[in-house]
């Protein structure tokens, strides 16, 4: 591993195949033309990764990839973007996970994906000893991963809280099912919780956002961030409950802007902001995602950010 990293992200690593917003969805048979196809990282664990390196966050990656082509593609791309993969491990009898994102016109994204290596990721991938150097740990994706559980989880938070780190969390939450049994004992050891509003619905049955940041902060999370995509974000920790719109800009493609939230929280956080400039920060690497196809490609360079935050406000209110 490099020297000192700030930020060790855990998780989804992916393969993403991208296509500039189409028309129309083609029909059986049927041929629809895009002006671009992307082949770039995908995955909650290396876009987060990625979009710290390029706000010159010093960051490593833990996750798996396959014994394939896409696994070298995606290994190269990381180090290429200055994210530390050494600690990224090949399943060599599995493929490289990968996503096919299809964006039509006025409408949201449309997914295929193939899960591939990040069904062996797990607790073990993460070694103890980086505790020691990194005042953040990420881990994204949990609820998608079988190998990686709660059990596990816990003492490594655990250790990692003791030792002074920052524990970020944010899930993907691949069907229905029951989910609150796999984050009871797991929350009270996470600094910040960062689910979406869909994935948070799913896990908590409840439809209005800022309930399901009041049910997770209960459950022991000391912040809970629910985001809305273009409605914003609602936080909620002791004492303390907010509501946030967005910054606007030109939308392209919504793919990797809740996981270039997470980034911006990550930096708010070591940079030992407040809970709204955390928001502001998260917000605004959220909505330069957006602004171009693929989930990293859009999003700000430090100064490119700095200059956003100066010359543009985000509405926060605080909730009663």
Request: charged share 20%; net charge negative.
């Amino acid at each position: 591993m490099s020297a000192s990293p700030q930020v060790l992200c855990a998780g989804i690593i992916v393969a993403d195949h991208v296509c500039t917003p189409i028309p129309k969805m083609p029909a059986a048979g049927d041929l629809v033309m895009t002006d671009g196809m992307l082949l770039t990282i995908g995955g909650c664990a290396a876009n987060a990764a990625v979009d710290l390196a390029k706000m010159g966050v010093r960051t490593a990656i833990a996750g798996r990839v396959g014994g394939d082509v896409f696994g070298r593609v995606v290994s190269d791309f990381l180090a290429e973007s200055g994210v530390d993969a050494s600690l990224v491990r090949t399943s060599p009898q599995a493929d490289t996970s990968q996503t096919l994102i299809v964006n039509v016109q006025g409408q949201d994204r449309r997914f295929i994906h193939t899960f591939g290596a990040n069904k062996d990721f797990a607790a073990g991938d993460i070694p103890r000893d980086v505790l020691s150097q990194i005042k953040v740990l990420y881990v994204g994706g949990y609820l998608l991963m079988p190998a990686l559980r709660q059990e596990d989880l816990v003492p490594l938070f655990a250790e990692a809280r003791a030792r002074g780190v920052k524990v970020v969390v944010d899930v993907v939450v691949p069907f229905p099912g029951e989910y609150v049994s796999k984050l009871d004992q797991l929350l009270p050891h996470v600094d910040a919780f960062l689910p979406n509003s869909m994935e948070a619905e799913q896990i908590t049955g409840l439809k209005d956002p800022l309930a399901q940041a009041e049910f997770f902060h209960r459950l022991g999370a000391k912040t809970a961030v629910v985001t809305m995509g273009g409605e914003g974000a609602v936080l909620v920790q002791d004492g303390l409950k907010l509501r946030s719109g967005i910054y606007k800009v030109p939308f392209v493609d919504g793919s990797g802007g809740g996981d270039a939230f997470d980034a911006g929280y990550i930096i708010g956080l070591l940079e030992g902001k407040g809970p709204e400039d955390c928001l502001r920060m998260a917000s605004a690497l959220g909505a330069s995602c957006v602004r171009a196809v693929g989930t990293t490609p859009g999003v700000f360079k430090r100064a490119e950010c700095d200059h956003f935050l100066r010359e543009n406000e985000l509405a926060i209110e605080r909730i009663r």
